[in-house]
C-alpha cells in the first residue's frame, strides 16, 4: 500500500494567516491526490482534486501543489471557517490510502 | 442536486450481522462508483474499498476483504455495506461517498455517515 504521511499532525494559526501542510507519498503518485476538509460531525468535503484542480465552489484562498511524492495545501488568509481537519488522499494505486490527518487549531 | 443519505445508527453485539444502506438520488446510479469510508472514534479516514452500481465490480482494501460485503441495487439505486459477524473493532462512523468519475477519480459526493456500536 502506498503510504501518506502528512505534516504537520497538528497546526495552531490565526485569522488571517497563511498556512501550508503537506503530504508525502511513499512512492510516487504522479498528480494523483485529493485533498479533504472535515469538520467535527459532518462528512469531509474535497477541495482540491489531480493535486492542483480546485472543486467547484471551493474559496480560492485554498491552493494546491505537487507531483510525484511531495504535495502541499495552502490556505491564504485563514478564515474562522478554516478550522478543521485536513486530509489527502492518493488516488494512484489501490488501496486509495489517506494520510493521517491535519488539525488546524485556533491560536 | 446529488445527494447520499445513509441509514441511521446502529448498536449491535459482537457476532451480529449488520446492513447498512446509501441511497443515492440526482445522478445516474447505475453509472456511478460508490465508496465506503471508515472512521474510527478520534481517528482519521480509510478507504474501505469501491462498487460500480452498473455490475457491483468491487475495489476491496486489503485490510476489509473478507469482513464486510460490499453491494448494490440499482433498482432502488442503493448501496449496500454488510457484516456477517460484527467485532467491537468494526465501532466507527461509515461514510458512503459517490466518485466523480471512474474508478480512480476522488470523491465528490458524502453521505452523512452511520454510526455503528459493537458493544456486548
Known amino acids: 500500500d502506498i503510504q501518506l504521511t502528512q505534516s504537520p499532525s497538528f497546526l495552531s494559526a490565526s485569522v488571517g494567516d497563511r498556512v501550508t501542510i503537506t503530504c508525502r507519498a511513499s512512492q510516487g503518485i504522479t498528480t494523483y491526490l485529493a485533498w479533504y476538509q472535515q469538520k467535527p460531525g459532518k462528512a469531509p468535503k474535497v477541495l482540491i482534486y489531480?493535486?492542483?484542480i480546485l472543486q467547484s465552489g471551493v474559496p480560492s484562498r485554498f491552493s494546491g501543489s505537487g507531483s510525484g511524492t511531495e504535495f502541499t495545501l495552502r490556505i491564504d488568509g485563514l478564515q474562522p471557517e478554516d478550522f478543521a481537519t485536513y486530509s489527502c488522499?492518493?488516488?494512484?494505486?489501490?488501496?486509495?490510502?489517506f494520510g493521517q490527518g491535519t488539525t488546524l487549531e485556533i491560536k | 442536486e446529488v445527494q447520499l443519505e445513509q441509514s441511521g445508527a446502529e448498536v449491535r453485539k459482537p457476532g451480529e450481522f449488520l446492513k447498512i444502506s446509501c441511497q443515492g438520488s440526482g445522478f445516474r446510479f447505475g453509472s456511478s462508483w460508490i465508496g465506503w469510508v471508515r472512521q474510527m472514534p478520534g481517528k482519521g479516514l480509510e478507504w474501505m474499498g469501491i462498487?460500480?452500481?452498473?455490475?457491483?465490480?468491487?475495489r476491496y482494501n486489503p485490510s476489509v476483504q473478507g469482513q464486510v460485503t460490499m453491494s448494490a441495487d440499482k433498482s432502488s439505486s442503493t448501496a449496500f455495506l454488510q457484516w456477517d459477524s460484527l467485532q467491537a473493532s468494526d465501532t466507527a462512523i461509515y461514510y458512503c461517498?459517490?466518485?466523480?468519475?471512474?474508478?480512480?477519480?476522488?470523491?465528490?459526493?458524502w453521505g452523512q455517515g452511520t454510526l455503528i456500536t459493537v458493544s456486548s
Open positions: 488522499q492518493q488516488l494512484h494505486s489501490y488501496p486509495h490510502t
Open positions: 489531480a493535486a492542483s
Open positions: 462498487i460500480y452500481c452498473g455490475d457491483s465490480d468491487t
Open positions: 461517498a459517490k466518485l466523480r468519475g471512474h474508478n480512480y477519480d476522488h470523491f465528490e459526493y
